[in-house]
């Protein structure tokens, strides 16, 4: 079953070119216009929103901060991220006009089914993005996206992190084309380029060795850091995950920016550091804000390990390892320079013998809350 991967994890990292593909299949056609027909919330209602509101927990919450970015940008409405389990204790301010959207894999996650509940009674119009047809989140939204990353048994998400990463920007556009802030042209070049993705997912999987090799190198390693600016934030926060998870290694992610008020102080002669870097051909100063992150922390005595895209040559010679990832827009990029790090972490709990599919103390739906 396991295709001749040594894990579910490995083979569902392999699965990440048809999980994007088919999320983005059938949901629009050859002049850039989407549909997205599943969607039982009226054109009209999602025209008149005036804020979004994602809940979700984990993986799934990371994939709701990169949505951040591109709905902002894209449909100018303001985007809030928060932890189902945190919105549901406090007092938040929901109400008709506002679409909450979760984020769930499973469908099944007791804190954001409650999260849910209670904006819901709170008069927000709920779509919910899930992998699981017909589970109890969608079946209480009013409107549902599927993601077809197909199932995933590993515990640790990987596949349906970029399928659900795919669904937030399909979403994303959809608001855009209903909203008119965007001309159809626009979306059209962002939906070729997003078809251009699966490709590129298997460009860096025929290259899984050169990071796989890293891992090998670095078994016993006690702690790793990593950080990323903009979309590479959440990028971060999600490679730290997978390597706490499933290779009980601490890890840590952060924005980039956040260095110098105090986890500077962490780098010491050898510490590992992940740094996703932007595209160049991006924001010039987000590019060259990160790379003078690189510097910061390699003068430091940082092992740093870069992820940037192909052709970037300004970070070569402060990166001790330089993983390439093919061009991509910015705003697109996590579904690339995620692959390496959800490979770094799986290859790494693989030579230590651990239960990759099955770490300890976790379950693939956490039904309590
Ligand atoms: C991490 C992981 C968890 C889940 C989280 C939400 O690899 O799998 O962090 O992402 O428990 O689960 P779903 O998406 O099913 O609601």
Redesign the pocket.
């Given at each position: 079953e396991k295709g001749g991967f040594a894990s579910f994890m490995e083979k569902e990292i392999f699965d990440q070119p048809a999980a994007v593909a088919d999320t983005l299949l059938g949901r629009s056609d050859a002049y850039g216009h989407l549909t997205l027909d599943e969607l039982r919330i009226s054109p009209e209602e999602l025209a008149s929103v005036t804020k979004i509101v994602v809940l979700?927990?984990?993986?799934?919450a990371y994939a709701g901060s990169v949505a951040k970015y591109a709905i902002e940008n894209w449909c100018r409405i303001p985007v809030e991220v928060e932890l189902s389990h945190e919105f549901r204790y406090r007092d938040p301010i929901v109400d008709s006009n506002t679409l909450v959207v979760s984020?769930?894999?499973?469908g099944e996650?007791m804190d954001?089914l409650m999260a849910v509940r209670y904006a819901k009674e709170q008069g927000a119009k709920i779509l919910s993005i899930c992998n699981t047809n017909g589970s109890t989140i969608p079946r209480e939204s009013d409107a549902v996206l599927y993601t077809h990353a197909g199932p995933e048994i590993a515990?640790?998400?990987t596949k349906a992190f970029l399928a659900q990463i795919t669904a937030t920007y399909l979403l994303g556009l959809y608001l855009a084309q209903l909203r008119g802030n965007l001309f159809t042209g626009q979306i059209k070049d962002i939906l070729a380029d997003l078809g251009k993705i699966p490709a590129k997912i298997q460009e860096i999987l025929d290259r899984a060795e050169e990071i796989k090799s890293l891992a090998r190198s670095m078994q016993d390693t006690e702690s790793v850091l990593f950080l990323g600016r903009h979309v590479g934030y959440p990028v971060a926060m999600e490679g730290a995950?997978?390597l706490k998870?499933i290779a009980y290694i601490h890890a840590e992610g952060f924005a980039a920016g956040e260095l110098k008020h105090g986890p500077i102080a962490l780098i010491d002669e050898g510490k590992p550091v992940f740094v996703v870097v932007p595209s160049p051909r991006g924001r010039d100063s987000l590019h060259s804000k990160v790379v003078s992150n690189i510097q910061e922390v390699r003068a430091r005595g940082a092992k740093t390990l870069v992820i940037a895209e192909n052709g970037d040559e300004a970070v070569r010679e402060f990166a001790e390892f330089l993983f390439y990832v093919p061009e991509t827009p910015t705003l697109l990029m996590p579904l690339l320079a995620t692959v390496p790090l959800q490979l770094f972490a799986c290859e790494l709990a693989t030579v230590k013998g651990l239960d990759v599919d099955q770490p300890r103390n976790l379950a693939k739906?956490?039904t309590v809350e």
């Open positions: 979700a927990c984990g993986t799934s984020i769930s894999q499973s996650t954001t515990v640790a998400s995950l997978k998870e739906s956490v």
